[in-house]
T-cell receptor, first 116, second 111 residues
Framework: GAGVSQSPSNKVTEKGKDVELRCDPI?????LYWYRQSLGQGLEFLIYFQGNSAPDKSGLPSDRFSAERTGGSVSTLTIQRTQQEDSAVYLC??????????????FGSGTRLTVV | GESVGLHLPTLSVQEGDNSIINCAYS??????FIWYKQESGKGPQFIIDIRSNMDKRQGQRVTVLLNKTVKHLSLQIAATQPGDSAVYFCARMDSSYKLIFGSGTRLLVRP
């Protein structure tokens, strides 16, 4: 597609429920990133996929968080047993393969998650 | 430790004036820096980047300055317009191609 697409744009869930957030990266981009942005804060790195390499999961805050990327394209971020502190905007970005071209990421508009 | 920080959380400028947003970083191994603009309800948007082998880079109405001696980065916006109102983030790329973001500066443009 023309840009990075995320769905849903807004999600309200009850504490303890599981949620899945979806990201469709720009076609052909080999790198995909998930970040979390709490209200009025900067972006916190969560996880990074690059081609067929093992993902960099160093930013996941707990084992309730997981992500997968199927076929090198669409990615799903799953949060199990959601807690109120999980409330944030979850941003996905994709980029050209590092080492070639523009290193800048293209971000989606994010999914605003509210845990009540 | 690794961090990217900002000096001012909010900057208010008069329309037409120049804006300067500052950023400090602590990791001297960083060789690639990017400025992003984030408008309300949207994801960050790439503005301009700079590599460590450069001191200055110019775009359309924007200039990024890099001072490696004091580990300081700045974004200058010329003739600030109402549409420039947003939160601005500096970010550095680490050795594994992750972007490490600062906490952001909110730019308010007064008419």
């Amino acid at each position: 597609g023309a840009g990075v697409s995320q769905s849903p744009s807004n999600k309200v869930t009850e504490k303890g429920k599981d949620v899945e957030l979806r990201c469709d990266p720009i076609s052909g981009h080999t790198a995909l990133y998930w970040y979390r942005q709490s209200l009025g804060q900067g972006l916190e790195f969560l996880i990074y996929f690059q081609g067929n390499s093992a993902p960099d999961k160093s930013g996941l805050p707990s084992d309730r968080f997981s992500a997968e990327r199927t076929g090198g394209s669409v990615s799903t971020l799953t949060i199990q047993r959601t807690q109120q502190e999980d409330s944030a905007v979850y941003l996905c970005a994709s980029s050209d393969q590092p080492g070639q071209g523009n290193y800048g990421y293209t971000f989606g508009s994010g999914t605003r998650l509210t845990v009540v | 430790g690794e961090s990217v920080g900002l000096h001012l959380p909010t900057l208010s400028v008069q329309e037409g004036d120049n804006s300067i947003i500052n950023c400090a970083y602590s990791n001297s191994a960083s060789d690639y820096f990017i400025w992003y603009k984030q408008e309300s309800g949207k994801g960050p948007q790439f503005i301009i980047d700079i590599r460590s082998n450069m001191d200055k880079r110019q775009g359309q109405r924007v200039t990024v300055l890099l001072n490696k001696t004091v580990k300081h980065l700045s974004l200058q916006i010329a003739a600030t317009q109402p549409g420039d109102s947003a939160v601005y983030f500096c970010a550095r790329m680490d050795s594994s191609y992750k972007l490490i973001f600062g906490s952001g500066t909110r730019l308010l443009v007064r008419p």
